[in-house]
């Protein structure tokens, strides 16, 4: 018999604080039944105290996912913790989650507190988590520059206090396989109450180690993993949710222990991530990037058709990777488009939801021939649903683009109930319309990053545009999708600027501290 390995997928919540990568409470509710379909043990919702909008959205999910722990963060503060305790009263099952730092230079530097007081307060805010769950887990922060002996001090008062789950976040990504496993058997062994608590790791990607660190820390007896999909995560992002898990199953014969994950879903939530976050997979990912199964070189070509096993580990089925998707056209009717979106995870809460998406469905299929999975990710992903309706909305745009000639667009743009009318000149067709936008909305912000993938293959697939705007330090991700590339960046521009001109303005867990 082998032991369980908890799965905690904190995409929603340190996958959120990768600058630009923040959710709105619908794409956080359709992550999550994604990731309860993968059968992920607990969900990190989010950090409730940080704005009004992360709290309604913990409780959103909460009150939706009946099949994983839904969890929420919390500063060892009264305040977070009520406010935690709140958003996840609705939830079937739910966990605290509370931390403060303990390395000397955070005790120091950040906090101004004594090691004395940093035990008082990790002790408060266990007991006081423990009012609203009996599922409490409490972190460390900066566990991997903290001294040991102080480790030892906090964590037995924590488990005292009433902890159950102890997390060692390495959150600065500093440490290093060996040294990080052996910190978790030294710390299993030398505290006298570890056996009443289960070991977690939350590893950082500073180094490109975070999941090397996991599973050394698995080897020495962590018993829960947090981690995001496609590595999401603060700075180089988290340990990766698909790296862990299909290492733990590939190397069943020297782990002793394994995941209750339908690993077949792994894929969908891996794209989902990427199309509502903006955030692109590199196509040699392990895993979920698009050559991680492509056998390009003859002579590996030839094993695999001799068999498979000469050259590949796992099978791309097991990971979602199918060979024949349904693609839908232009006669495809509603239940075949409802009932693909429906496979693809994706549940109209109303009749007038399904009209919206099946109308742009319709408009997409007549510009496009063969619609794929990946063009309705791209499709669910720019329909706001709910009263979530953007503020400013492109209504026309007209390009002209001729060689030896400067190009110069001309847009029209809703805002609010007024059409306002732009143009400007540019070094090219994309350049002309961003700026005859920017000279309607006025939004005053850098450009940090535009970026153009193809959907799918061919000339006539749709190009997924992704816009980071950056206003004096928030920072945020606009997306468009759209067979012309010209009018997918003025989408995705105009995203970005809704973006800002949204009133939720969150605090850094991290960053405001006790
Ligand atoms: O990286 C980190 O230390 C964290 C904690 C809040 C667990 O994200
Ligand atoms: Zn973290």
Redesign the pocket.
């Known amino acids: 018999m082998k032991d369980k390995l908890i799965i905690f997928d904190?995409t929603l919540?340190?996958g959120e604080?990768s600058p630009g990568a923040s959710m709105t409470r619908d794409e956080k509710v359709r992550i999550a039944k994604a990731l309860e379909r993968l059968k992920v043990d607990v969900i990190e919702a989010g950090f409730p105290a940080a704005s009004p909008g992360d709290f309604e959205s913990v409780q959103a999910v909460a009150s939706v996912i009946k099949d994983s722990t839904v969890c929420g963060?919390a500063r060892a503060l009264d305040k977070d913790i009520d406010r935690a305790g709140e958003a996840l009263k609705l939830a079937k099952s739910s966990r605290i989650?509370t931390?403060i730092a303990t390395s000397p230079i955070h005790m120091q530097m950040k906090l101004q507190m004594t090691p004395e007081q940093v035990i008082e307060h990790a002790v408060r805010a266990v007991k006081r988590a423990r009012q609203y769950t009996d599922d409490v887990e409490f972190?460390p922060?900066?566990?991997g520059r903290s001294e040991e002996d102080f480790l030892c001090r906090v964590l037995e008062a924590v488990i005292d206090a009433g902890a159950t789950t102890l997390?060692i976040?390495?959150?600065?990504g500093y440490s290093i396989p060996q040294q990080f496993g052996a910190t978790i058997a030294n710390l299993r062994a030398r505290i006298p109450n570890s056996d009443k608590a289960i070991f977690s790791v939350?590893c950082?990607n500073d180094l490109g180690l975070a999941v090397a660190n996991s599973l050394a820390a698995v080897m020495n007896g962590a018993r829960q993993v947090?981690c995001t999909i496609n590595g999401l995560g603060?700075r180089a992002g988290?340990a990766s949710l698909e790296e862990v898990v299909m290492a733990i199953r590939t190397r069943h014969d020297i782990f002793s222990c394994e995941t209750r994950l339908d690993t077949r879903e792994i894929l969908t939530c891996s794209k989902l991530v990427s199309s509502i976050t903006g955030f692109p997979v590199q196509p040699n990912k392990a895993i979920v990037g698009a050559n991680a199964f492509a056998h390009e070189a003859g002579i590996h070509q030839d094993g695999i058709l001799k068999s498979r096993e000469t050259y590949e580990i796992m099978r791309a089925e097991d990971v979602g990777w199918t060979a024949n998707r349904m693609v839908l056209g232009k006669h495809s009717g509603r239940n075949a488009f409802k009932s693909r979106m429906t496979e693809l995870g994706f549940d109209f809460s109303s009749e007038e939801d399904l009209n919206k998406t099946f109308a742009r469905f319709k408009i997409l299929a007549d510009k496009k021939h063969e619609i794929f999975d990946e063009d309705l990710q791209a499709l669910i992903s720019e329909i706001s649903f709910h009263g979530e309706e953007e503020n400013i909305k492109l209504v026309a745009l007209k390009v002209c683009s001729e060689m030896g000639e400067t190009p110069f667009s001309t847009v029209t743009l809703r805002v609010g109930n007024e059409e306002i009318t732009g143009s400007a000149y540019g070094s090219g067709a994309v350049d002309a319309s961003l700026k005859a936008i920017e000279s309607i909305v006025k939004a005053d912000a850098i450009l940090a990053l535009y970026s153009v993938n193809n959907i799918t293959n061919g000339t006539d697939a749709q190009g997924d545009v992704t816009v980071r705007l950056d206003k004096a330090g928030r920072i945020v991700n606009g997306l468009g999708a759209d067979t012309d590339i010209v009018i997918a960046s003025a989408k995705a521009y105009i995203n970005a600027v809704n973006k800002l001109n949204s009133a939720d303005q969150r605090c850094h867990?991290?960053k405001a501290d006790v």
């Open positions: 904190t919540r340190d604080q963060l989650h931390f972190s922060e900066d566990a997390n976040p390495d959150t600065v939350h950082h947090e603060e988290n867990p991290q």
